[in-house]
């Protein structure tokens, strides 16, 4: 793993020594239990056990529901541990992935996308590699209908709910909202989580919220069982202009009927998938068998949530522009889903280096 932080337990000098050892113990097998690092997730040095940890997102959304799935899922091979541990989400885990706290996470494709590039806030390129594109985080602004907001443009000057605090929602809507000519300094950004949202679009004290996640996302559809909602469009040709530039823009359309009040189709927008990550240097052969592993199993993800539907060989290898890690691409071609070379849709993109 990346740089594993060694753990070391102090003991305090008034216990006995059969006391102190016993504590020490104690720590170290919670440090083991809780995976990360090296040791954990070498079989070798744990009695043939492989411990691994997995970092998701808080409760409540979807990171948190589909990274216990896939934990619950790698835990039916023989012989792994693997735990899910609640983050607060895609900044969180690229960092700790780096630090070798965790050995694999849930992270936002855009927010991803801006780390390995050391852009755009980040304080340096983060060494993070794609091992499978999952579900897309379909997103969009939604308003009350007694609200003013009834474009983008009229967010100027209101009070707009853009995610919880942390999560990194800016790394898409900066660009999404720059293409409609929407600063954020133009509107007073507030954060707070989905449910909490809902509240505030409830009480009148936000004019618009930004709402997402899979189709149907709950956020919404609470909303629009309580409230007369109005869902802000994106214009179609500042839609294609980002897809164009990013490669973690998809376009998405939400169907008609999904939620209360949606009469017709929707041109909504992937902001960037949820993909599964891990560092640059964790060994192929690791990467390998949790590929493996999901793809045999990702049936029975499913069965724990809808997400794992896009556990599919149109979508697992889709570019989201992370590089992809060795070993993933070695199952990934054996099972002949990878994308030929010069066919114009390869999904191994170049190196942060070379941009």
């Known amino acids: 793993m990346a740089n594993p ?23 170290a097998g919670m440090f083991l239990g809780c995976g990360g690092g090296t040791d954990s997730a070498d079989p070798s040095a744990t009695g043939g056990r492989r411990f691994l940890s997995l970092g998701t ?10 990274g216990g799935a896939l934990a619950d899922v790698l835990n039916t091979r023989d012989g792994w541990q693997v735990t899910a541990e609640a983050t607060k989400g895609s900044q969180e885990n690229i960092r700790r992935l780096a630090r070798g706290e965790l050995d694999f996470a849930l992270s936002n494709a855009a927010i991803t996308y801006f780390a390995v590039r050391g852009t755009e806030g980040w304080e ?11 579900a897309p985080n379909v997103g969009l602004f939604v308003a009350p209908q007694s609200s003013p907001v009834k ?15 942390g999560a990194g929602f800016e790394y898409f809507l900066k660009p999404l909202l720059g293409a409609h000519g929407v600063r954020y300094e133009d509107f007073t950004p507030l954060n707070n989580t989905q449910t909490g949202t809902v509240d505030m679009l409830t009480d009148g004290s936000a004019a618009a919220a930004f709402l997402g996640g899979a189709i149907p996302t709950a956020s919404i559809t609470q909303a629009s069982s309580s409230l007369d909602l109005h869902f802000v469009p994106f214009e179609s040709s500042q839609v294609a202009g980002v897809v164009a530039q990013y490669p973690f823009f998809q376009e998405a359309v939400i169907p008609a009927g999904t939620y209360r009040g949606l009469d017709q189709d929707f041109q909504a927008l992937d902001v960037g998938s949820m993909h ?47 590089e992809f890690h060795p070993g993933a691409v070695r199952f990934y071609r054996e099972i002949g889903i990878w994308p030929a070379a010069g066919s114009g849709e390869e999904a191994a993109t170049p190196s942060a280096a070379s941009e």
Request: hydrophobic letters at 45%.
């Open 5 to 27: 932080k060694q753990a070391t337990a102090s003991v305090p000098i008034s216990m006995s020594r059969p006391t102190a050892l016993v504590a020490a113990a104690l720590v």
């Open 57 to 66: 997102a808080p409760p409540g959304g979807a990171f948190f529901v589909v």
């Open 124 to 134: 340096q390129a983060y060494p993070m590699r794609s091992v499978m594109t999952l």
């Open 151 to 165: 474009a983008l443009a009229d967010l100027r000057g209101r009070r707009v709910v853009v995610g919880p605090a």
């Open 276 to 322: 599964l990550i891990t560092g640059a240097d964790v060994p192929d052969d690791l990467v390998y068998e949790v590929t493996k592993a999901i793809w045999d199993l990702r049936d029975q993800v499913t069965s724990r949530h809808p997400a794992g539907r896009d556990i599919r060989a149109d979508n697992v290898t889709r570019d989201v522009g992370t």
